[in-house]
Every structure is written in structure tokens, then in C-alpha cells.
Nanobody, 124 residues
């Protein structure tokens, strides 16, 4: 599976961005998808997950502000980020999990495939 993330950039606090991640190489509808992020000097952390059936799960830090979705016809997963804060600044990675797991799977080791990352900077 190849994953290509895009959509990062510079945004002011309170603003919005939508990240996209295009998948290829395997039937997209057979994958659970996730987003992670890594801020400078910090470990990679879980952001959100969407199952192949569309069930979603979020980290507490983004719940209510971010929304993960998928379009199986376009083989793409999205992360809509609203009310952005400076602490959301990070490189955002999409990841794919071909296994059937509970929706609360949030460890990096539970995802087999990773995209290259896209930088999101929240600053005035």
C-alpha cells in the first residue's frame, strides 16, 4: 500500500485545514485508516481512526475540532481540522491498518503502512 498525504500548510490560530491521503496498491475499502502527528521534539501521537465501515475514533485533544472521513471511490481519507491551535503544529502522517481491530487501536505498531507526512503549522 502506498499512501500520499497532502494539504498541510501555515494557518492562523482558529483557522481550518483539510488534509488528504490518497491510497493505492490495495483495495482501499479493506483498510482501516488513521492519522498521527509528530511535533518537534515529541513522540508521534495518535490523532484519529476510521474503520472500513466508517466508525470513527479520536484522541481527546482533537475530539470536537477534527473530523476524519473517507471516500472509498476516490481511495482517499481526509482529516478536517477546525479551531486549530498552536499546539496542533506537527507533521501529520496517514497510516493504514489491514487488520480487523477495535476502533480504539491507537498504537503506531498497529498500522502497517505509512505516508510521508505533511507539515501543519499553526501560528500568527
Amino acid at each position: 500500500v502506498q499512501l500520499q498525504a497532502s494539504g498541510g500548510g501555515l494557518v492562523q490560530p482558529g483557522g481550518s485545514l483539510r488534509l488528504s491521503c490518497a491510497a493505492s496498491g490495495r483495495t482501499f475499502s479493506s483498510l482501516d485508516m488513521g492519522w498521527f502527528r509528530q511535533a518537534p521534539g515529541k513522540e508521534r501521537e495518535f490523532v484519529a481512526r476510521i474503520s472500513r465501515s466508517g466508525i470513527t475514533y479520536y484522541a481527546d485533544s482533537v475530539r470536537g475540532r477534527f473530523a476524519i472521513s473517507r471516500d472509498n471511490l476516490k481511495n482517499t481519507v481526509y482529516l478536517q481540522m477546525n479551531s486549530l491551535k498552536p499546539e496542533d503544529t506537527a507533521v501529520y502522517y496517514c497510516a493504514a491498518d489491514p487488520s480487523v481491530r477495535p476502533i480504539m487501536a491507537r498504537r503506531s505498531s498497529e498500522y502497517d503502512y505509512w505516508g510521508q507526512g505533511t507539515l501543519v503549522t499553526v501560528s500568527s
